[in-house]
């Protein structure tokens, strides 16, 4: 085991957690996919680096090796009501306030899954689900995070370079290990009460688009809106120009500052 994992070991909570570390994978979502219906709930799969990362609505996720924490976590929820958007708002928060703390910057979040610093993402969530089609319990979850821990020795590609960022200055193998297990440690916290939301105000009052121009992504259209609230439910209220409003729900629409 190398240091970076050892030192993630000393300083998480949870004993039932167990932790696999690649030094590549494709992807840590696709690797974790095919071993999870034989693993238990906890089980990370953490890579150095990923060759095929994957993002949101089929994109790709930039994952240069020694830069960023790529990381999946197995989650097998036994409740037929379990909401995955309550499960990628969880991570949202306990990654901002995990960058928060170390690096004394303020970390915002853009609904749903995108954590900012400086305006620029540092991090990115994807929460992937096989549902039992008898039960409707999932067979398990997939919570994959992807955090610019420090900057790539080569920069960011040219398509992400004026929207990426990074959480901390200097490359430090210690900053890393403890962001990363700051961010287990505030996820399973809010995970294993879930339905209690206890991050629901910190995601409220973290969120970077309230009160903003907005431009609504949805089926193949894009339209102007402004950003009103986010609801109990984490869905985002929005009023287009013609003065209708609209909650829109995670899995559907992208957005952007307008
Ligand atoms: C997004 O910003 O659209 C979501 C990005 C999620 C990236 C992480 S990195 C670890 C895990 N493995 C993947 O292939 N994707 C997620």
Same mark, same amino acid.
């Given at each position: ?11 998480i909570n949870f004993? +039932? ?9 494709? =992807?840590?979502?696709? *690797? ?28 790709? +996720? ?31 928060? /306990? ?43 999932? &067979? ?18 040219a398509e992400i370079?004026?929207? /990426? ?15 990363? /297990?700051?961010?287990?440690? *505030? ?8 339905e209690e939301k206890?991050?629901?105000? &910190? *995601? ?12 609504? *992504? ?8 402004? /950003? ?18 609209? +909650? ?5 629409? =992208?957005?952007?500052?307008?």
């Amino acid at each position: 085991m190398n240091n970076y994992i050892k030192n993630i070991y000393k300083s998480i909570n949870f004993p +039932f957690i167990d932790i696999e570390y690649h030094t590549f994978l494709p =992807s840590t979502n696709s *690797y974790l996919k095919e071993i999870a219906n034989n693993r238990k709930e906890g089980l990370i799969i953490i890579a150095d680096g990923q060759t095929a990362g994957k993002g949101r609505f089929n994109r790709t +996720f930039f994952s240069p090796d020694n830069s960023g924490i790529y990381m999946s976590i197995l989650l097998k929820p036994k409740n037929k009501g379990f909401n995955s958007t309550f499960i990628t708002t969880a991570a949202a928060v /306990a990654v901002a306030k995990a960058c928060e703390e170390l690096s004394g910057k303020e970390a915002q979040i853009k609904w749903v899954n995108d954590v900012l610093i400086n305006n620029k993402k540092v991090c990115g969530i994807l929460t992937e689900g096989c549902i039992n089609p008898k039960s409707g319990i999932p &067979e398990y979850v997939i919570l994959g995070i992807g955090i610019n821990a420090f900057t790539p020795k080569n920069g960011f590609d040219a398509e992400i370079k004026d929207i /990426a960022g990074s959480v901390f200055c200097e490359n430090s193998l210690s900053l890393k290990s403890m962001l990363t /297990a700051k961010v287990i440690n *505030y996820f399973f916290e809010y995970y294993l009460n879930l339905e209690e939301k206890r991050f629901l105000t &910190e *995601y409220k009052n973290k969120s970077v688009i309230t009160g903003k121009d907005v431009l609504v *992504y949805k089926n193949n259209s894009v339209v102007s809106a402004k /950003a009103i609230s986010i609801d109990d439910e984490f869905r985002l209220l929005v009023e287009y120009e013609n003065g209708s409003r609209e +909650f829109l729900s995670s899995g559907e629409v =992208s957005i952007k500052l307008a």
